[in-house]
């Protein structure tokens, strides 16, 4: 017997219905159920004596939050749609309902016939594959986004809006330790609206008694919260992180740059669902994007820094100096290139300009130069003369090759104008040379006067009288001394010119 005492009888009623998969039902006119079979059983939590004689709305929400699908069956003879639906342990989930009248046709009594089936993982299932197209979609779109180094920022907040939306999140956001790890702020976020942002926030750790979630991520594990017990761990613990939060579930995936984890990026959840496998796959994909934008951010900093370091060496060396790659294309150039360059009434703005453009007055020489540092990897001492509309300038250079990875990609120039040195280099070289003319005239002079002296003596001694012989002998005497004193000077002076040639 299938009932009790209603009258419908037919055990191969009974096997049929217990054999669906959907959950049966039937219900009096009362509204009272008569029979669930084992499917509606299990879908609703309840065993069958916990139902029979029970009202059917205890299966769903009251009429005023649900339709009153019994009313409509009842006037209709049939009714179909979907209800919110309420287990025995109160959790609720979407069930499809087919509410049918069957008379019975010994009494003519007329019953309501349930067929429920429980659509939550059908349609779990339809918005898994859509999402999970939305979420591959933002990810796809995310390397385009990271393109240009100066959008990072921007573009990892509009990465993270799309990642949520993908996902049915409430929140995402980016978080990052600091190095002693007793710090994490919040740095990125995208959040729906009537959410708490938590942008620019820190949380303060003891680096003895981190908290258990941080130290799964700093291990470089992915950690899902959402309640559920597993790996061991005490569900109070998580349910108390949730109910913190305000949410029902949260995704952290490990952000790592360079092999090691600074932070990592979060999804939260206020709404049921799970994070399925292909999602936080998904999810980790999008994050390994991201650290390879911050990488690329980081390492464009490391050499914006470094560069201006560079510079500031640079500009305080007198000497102009200008750093060009193998094109000749000036990459840097210190204040006293630039200010050179503006003395010569040349183009001041040379960064990434052509070494020729900027110095039009280069030889072919130099090209020739710059080739054979760039070829032989050795360093290169030149100096020239060149014309620079009516001046005559002398330039010094120096070329060192920088090398990377065993190739020179730029070469180094030190240029000193050294125009005035040469100008002085030359007076002097005329002035020594005048120098050197006098001297030997000076020679020949003495000789001169020598000559006539050894005259006049000669003169003297045929005098007749020996008082004015003897005055003119000792003033020729006089005469000769001064000129060996001349001739001493003369010699010292002689020194004293080659020591100046020689150090000067």
């Not at 054999?19 to 006119?29: R, T």
């Not at 949730?242 to 990026?265: D, Y």
């Not at 020598?450 to 007749?464: C, F």
């Amino acid at each position: 017997m299938l009932f009790d005492s209603s009258g419908v009888t037919s055990a191969m009623l009974e096997q049929v219905i217990e054999a669906s998969l959907s959950g049966i039902c039937i219900v009096d006119q009362q509204g009272r159920i008569a029979f669930a079979n084992r499917a509606l059983l299990a879908a609703w939590g309840y065993d069958r004596q916990e139902l029979v004689g029970k009202p059917a709305d205890l299966l769903w929400l009251s009429r005023r939050d649900g339709p009153d699908c019994m009313g409509c069956a009842l006037s209709t003879r049939r009714w179909g749609g979907t209800v919110v639906a309420r287990r025995k342990d109160s959790s609720l989930f979407d069930a499809r309902i087919s509410v049918s009248t069957v008379r019975d046709p010994k009494t003519a009594d007329t019953w309501l016939l349930l067929s429920c089936l429980d659509v939550t993982m059908q349609r779990t299932a339809e918005n898994a594959s859509g999402h999970r197209r939305d979420l591959e979609r933002a990810i796809a779109a995310m390397p385009a986004r990271f393109m240009d180094p100066a959008r990072i920022d921007m573009a990892i907040d509009d990465s993270l809006e799309d990642l949520g939306r993908a996902c049915g999140a409430c929140r995402t956001s980016l978080s990052l330790f600091n190095d002693p790890r007793t710090l994490l702020g919040t740095t990125h976020e995208w959040c729906m609206p009537g959410q708490k942002p938590g942008r620019g926030e820190f949380q303060k750790f003891l680096t003895s008694d981190l908290p258990w979630w941080a130290v799964r991520i700093l291990e470089g594990e992915t950690v899902l919260v959402d309640g559920k017990p597993r790996d061991r761990r005490m569900p109070g613990r998580e349910r108390e992180f949730l109910k913190r939060r305000g949410i029902t579930a949260t995704l952290m995936v490990p952000l790592r740059l360079e092999t090691r984890v600074v932070g990592f990026v979060g999804v939260d959840r206020d709404t049921d669902g799970r994070f399925a496998d292909e999602d936080v796959a998904l999810l980790d994909a999008a994050v390994h994007i991201i650290a390879g934008a911050l990488e690329r951010k980081q390492s464009e900093y490391v050499f914006r820094e470094s560069e201006n370091l560079y510079q500031i060496v640079l500009d305080a060396i007198t000497d102009a100096v200008t750093v060009v790659d193998t094109g000749l294309t000036i990459l840097l150039a210190n204040d006293a290139f630039v200010a050179w360059c503006e003395e010569l009434g040349l183009e001041t703005n040379v960064a990434g300009k052509n070494l020729f453009s900027v110095l039009p007055f280069l030889s072919p020489t130099t090209r020739q130069q710059y080739e054979r540092v760039v070829r032989t990897g050795r360093s290169l001492t030149s100096e020239r003369s060149f014309k620079v509309g009516d001046r005559i300038i002398t330039l010094r250079e120096i070329r060192i090759p920088i090398f990377e990875r065993g190739e020179v990609t730029r070469v180094i120039t030190v240029v000193r104008d050294i125009t005035a040195q040469k100008e002085v280099e030359d007076l002097k070289s005329k002035a020594y040379a005048q120098i050197e003319r006098n001297m030997e005239q000076f020679a020949l002079l003495a000789d001169h006067i020598r000559n006539p002296l050894q005259a006049i003596t000669g003169y003297a001694e045929l005098m007749d009288d020996p008082g004015a012989t003897e005055k003119i002998r000792q003033q020729v005497q006089r005469i000769n001394a001064i000129i060996d004193q001349l001739d001493e000077r003369w010699a010292e002076s002689r020194k004293l010119s080659m020591f100046w040639r020689r150090y000067s």
